[in-house]
């Protein structure tokens, strides 16, 4: 029967019902039925639980069947789409509900159909492709179930097959799918590699899989600017990836990624400058294809020529795409327009410039250098409602490397955000609009969205919605990727001047309480522009989405209602967003050292209490932040002491360090501040004894005293004190006898525990002195006999104190471990001998006591040879001399036959071992006498015969031919004879 509900908690359970196998092994499927009959038994609830996981996997491979395919054989069509047939979100529910065990045999056994759907393309047999969207659904199962190394090692497996069904696609004449179709499943597995880039330089060999597959991929590209926009990003990726990890630089020069290096360099890496565009506008060119864009922004190769051609028609292509942008379109469309730019930018790198430059216009950056004046004639930026579309489409330019998010906080966000808090009292509306709009491309940009999202696959209701009324967000998963990654690839200089900028707009616009913004009042701000922007302890109302221009909630009032809060409100929950992302955190301790520096934090535009508040909401929590911001200095001194720790102790040198870089150094205010740190380091390593009984603190936990140790710099410090240590602890063994609730002959009812503390200072002590006592041999034996003496003798063990126990076990463990390391020959030898002696000194301390501290002190020493006894045995006519030699007895009445003589102990491991030599049983033991074997006759002349040369054996012929007789020995007759044998009648003589 399988487990109980009261066993579901035991972390036992817990490991075995989730801990996933290796299902592609033969050997591990006898681990998988076991782990079934130890969760289930072997009735019907076993059979349920595979049936479910099974069921599953038939209903997600439904994904990959011929009816959701890409037919080939019919232009590229799919017979079913599966955005109404298929429950993205259902499955995403229930594959989640399952342990994560199963989530890996349901999200392997789709690889696998996957891979064999492909490689059957590949090699002929088949005219089905998987769509892509579905294969990034597979992906979004397989990171919800953290099978990360089966992730990537799927795409792998697809990365081979690619090139295969790119040969077979020319070769069906399949235009339409031609550089089409597997450019853009790399671009979703380029994403989740970007996803996972950490985990992917982990292993070389996987490394040089995905940068040999991604090769092949774009290998016919010769133009880094003129590709799809598919593998523009495929080369941002092997850029990153040969510049990340050097077992590919090491590679030979002559490879022609090599060569391409320098170009990648060039077209995608370089700084742009964008310049005021002052060109003739068509509000006619290209229209229609914009409004009506084709499904995942598919283009043709004219539209990219037109563009090249002509400067105006690139002006006129920007405004009409970022006016249409602005329009009320639905999701899929903004999100196919935004492809479409950016496969468009992808072929005429010269747009890269151009959608900087009417970013600069939307956000006021530069007002009078003229900068696309026919969009602000047509676009109202004061209008909130477009934001959001704005700073989807802008998103996923900077996933798709249109241009750097570098450049857009260089050239947008910075210069206007400079501009809304240059004036501090002369802000005009659209100075305003522009500042406002520039904090919602920041917020979008640098806080992305990288959980899974099935809602976007398909029209049905999703478990983890990221759209807020009528908001627009990025749709496919890939640009949320590529989104996430490009925050890889920005400095930590950049990333501290967008957060000082938003700051000093949102303090120099605090005292503006009315504006055609609003009244200054602060409301809606725990909603989240998009999903995860908003800490989880925060709950609070849906409004938010008025500051956004996303809520419909009240359409039918005159006044519109995203006016209601203030850009300095908005300025400050941007802020306390971007802080609170874990990315922002580890690039600022990662560069800890700057952050101090002139021109970070310490900055003339901040003051130093700006400047504190700032490295706080990077730092800590908002609700901590808020308290920290509130207290005084000594007070944020005594606060960085008391909470410091291994994790906290980057954070808190930091914030140390800009106080001190924030005193200047010449003042009387060093010296005042010194004092200080010293007073609060006094105050909180110093517990006094009043305020332990103190009310007002009991109901706060009291945290233990803490000790400071002087540095000893030389050994004979380190030797002095570690012989006072040596015998204050053996002084416990000499008053074992004593009971320990007596202390100097008078009962205590606490000595117990007084000795064990005192136990642990003595201990804390010696464990930072513990390099010295493994420097000698001596030392080395005596303490490693005095922690095996405290153990043996019930000083500490696992009754009275388990956790000095394990210290102690630790401790003597590592001086055994020790004596067995060494560099040469010579110590080598002299570290056994020591190894000997310590183990032999060891087994008389312990002796025949037995104990459960006590087994595990045995659990060090070596395994005992155990031995056996085998009585031997002598001739019966032998006796033995006064030296113990055995002589015979010459006598009438020797004695035949055998008796038994003495003992003889032999280790039963080289019984059983069988490979010793001499054998450990000898024969002479049992009566047995040694002589010389001499061969048999028979075995002499095999031997001879053995090394003949000549062959006995004669082929089949040779027996079919007669017999080699000899000739007849006939006499001859006499002549008498030959008289005799003539004839009887007379002869004619």
Not at 598 to 603: E, F, N, P, S, V
Request: with cysteine.
């Amino acid at each position: 029967t399988g487990l109980g509900k009261a066993e579901s908690s035991s972390r036992h359970f817990l490991y075995t019902e989730h801990f996933p196998l290796c299902q592609d092994d033969p050997i591990s499927q006898h681990d998988c039925n076991q782990r079934y009959i130890l969760l289930y038994g072997v009735g019907k609830e076993r059979d349920e639980k595979k049936h479910a996981v099974k069921k599953m996997s038939k209903e997600i491979c439904k994904l990959f069947s011929k009816k959701f395919s890409i037919d080939v054989a019919e232009g590229g069509k799919v017979k079913k789409h599966s955005r109404s047939e298929f429950n993205f979100e259902s499955t995403s529910n229930k594959c989640q509900a399952m342990s994560y065990f199963d989530q890996h045999v349901v999200t392997w056994q789709c690889a696998v159909q996957v891979q064999e759907m492909l490689n059957a393309f590949a090699i002929g047999n088949s005219n089905y492709l998987p769509v892509q969207e579905h294969v990034a659904f597979l992906f979004d199962l397989m990171e919800s179930a953290f099978n990360i190394y089966g992730l990537i090692d799927t795409c792998i497996q697809i990365l081979r097959e690619l090139p295969e069904v790119e040969l077979q696609l020319i070769g069906k004449s399949s235009m339409a799918l031609v550089r089409s179709y597997t450019t853009s499943l790399s671009l979703y597995v380029v994403g989740v590699l970007r996803r996972y880039h950490c985990c992917l330089l982990l292993s070389q060999e996987q490394t040089t899989a995905i940068f040999e597959g991604l090769c092949r991929i774009v290998k016919h590209v010769s133009n880094p600017s003129d590709c799809s926009s598919a593998e523009r990003c495929i080369l941002a990726y092997l850029y990153d990836l040969y510049s990340a990890c050097s077992s590919l630089k090491a590679r030979p020069q002559q490879e022609p990624f090599h060569n391409a290096y320098p170009k990648i360099k060039q077209a995608l890496y370089t700084p742009l400058q964008p310049t005021p565009s002052a060109h003739t506008y068509n509000p006619q060119f290209m229209l229609d294809i914009i409004t009506n864009p084709r499904r995942g922004g598919k283009i043709e190769s004219g539209w990219a020529r037109q563009l090249n051609e002509s400067a105006s028609n690139r002006y006129s292509f920007v405004c009409n795409a970022v006016v249409a942008v602005t329009r009320d379109i639905d999701n899929d469309c903004l999100n196919d327009i935004a492809a479409m730019c950016a496969e468009l930018t992808a072929c005429c790198n010269s747009l890269s410039t151009e959608w900087l430059g009417v970013l600069i216009a939307l956000c006021g950056s530069n007002r009078d250098a003229g900068y696309y004046v026919d969009v602000l004639t047509q676009v109202d930026v004061q209008n909130t409602n477009i934001h959001n579309a704005l700073s989807v489409f802008t998103s996923i330019l900077v996933a798709r490397h249109c241009f750097s998010l570098e450049n857009f906080v260089a050239h947008v966000a910075l210069p206007s955000l400079v501009q809304a808090c240059k004036g501090r009292g002369e802000t005009t509306p659209e100075i305003e609009a522009g500042a406002r709009l520039s904090c919602h491309l920041l917020l979008r940009l640098f806080k992305t969205i990288e959980c899974p999202q099935p809602g976007l696959y398909s029209v049905s209701t999703s478990p983890n919605p990221i759209t807020v009324g009528n908001a627009h967000n990025i749709k496919l998963s890939c640009d949320r990727h590529l989104l996430a990654a490009a925050h890889k690839n920005i400095g930590v200089a950049p990333v501290l001047a967008v957060l000082k900028g938003i700051l000093v707009v949102g303090d120099a616009t605090a005292h503006k309480v009315s504006s055609i913004f609003g009244t200054g009042k602060r409301s809606g701000l725990n909603t989240p522009v998009h999903p995860g922007s908003t800490p989880k302890s925060m709950a609070g109302s849906g409004d938010l989405s008025h500051i956004l221009g996303t809520s419909d909630l009240q359409q039918n009032s005159h006044l519109n209602q995203d006016n209601a809060t203030s850009l300095s409100d908005f300025a400050q929950h941007v802020l306390r967003q971007i802080c609170s992302q874990e990315w922002v955190l580890e690039r600022c301790l990662q560069h800890a050292e700057e952050l101090c520096q002139h021109g970070m934090l310490i900055d003339n535009l901040l003051t130093a209490k700006q400047a504190q508040r700032l490295l706080h909401m990077i730092c800590y929590p908002e609700h901590e932040s808020n308290l920290i911001a509130e207290l005084e200095q000594k007070a944020i001194i005594v606060r960085i002491l008391e909470n410091l720790e291994q994790w906290s102790l980057r954070i808190s040198w930091l914030d140390l360090q800009l106080m001190f870089k924030q005193t200047n150094c010449s003042s009387p205010d060093l010296s005042n501040w010194l004092d200080m740190v010293a007073r609060a380091a006094i105050d909180v390593f110093r517990v006094n004894e009043f305020l332990l009984n103190s009310p007002d603190v009991k109901q706060e936990k009291v945290k233990p005293s803490t000790w400071l140790v002087a540095p000893l710099g030389q050994d004979e410090q380190k030797e002095g004190l570690l012989q006072s240590l040596y015998s204050q602890l053996s002084q416990f063994l000499q008053n074992r006898d004593q009971s320990l609730e007596t202390i100097g002959g008078i009962e205590d009812p606490c000595g117990f525990e007084k000795m064990l503390d005192a136990l642990q200072l003595r201990y804390s002590l010696v464990g930072g002195l513990f390099d010295a006592i493994m420097k000698n041999a001596t030392s080395t034996t005596d303490w490693a006999i005095l922690f095996a003496q405290l153990i043996s003798q019930g000083v500490i063990d696992l009754s009275n104190n388990s956790e000095l126990f394990t210290t102690t076990l630790d401790m003597l463990a590592t001086l055994i471990h020790s004596t067995l390391v060494s560099d040469s020959q010579t110590e080598r030898d002299e570290n056994k001998k020591l190894y000997t002696n310590l183990m032999k000194k060891l087994r008389k301390e312990l002796g025949d006591k037995n104990g459960p501290s006590i087994k595990y002190v045995r659990q060090l020493l070596p395994l005992a040879k155990q031995t056996c006894e085998v009585l031997t045995c002598d001739s019966a006519g032998s006796s033995t001399d006064a030296k113990g030699n055995k002589i015979a007895i010459d006598s009438i009445e020797k004695k035949n036959g055998l008796r038994l003589g003495d003992k003889q102990r032999v280790s039963v491991w080289d019984l059983l071992e069988g490979h010793k030599n001499p054998a450990p049983l000898s024969w002479a033991w049992f009566g047995a006498v040694k002589i010389e074997r001499k061969p048999l006759a028979y075995e002499e002349t095999h031997r001879l015969l053995k090394y003949h040369t000549h062959s006995l054996f004669k082929p089949s012929s040779y027996y079919y031919e007669p017999l080699p007789l000899p000739p007849e020995e006939v006499d001859p007759l006499p002549d008498k004879l030959k008289d005799d044998m003539k004839a009887d009648t007379p002869s004619s003589d």
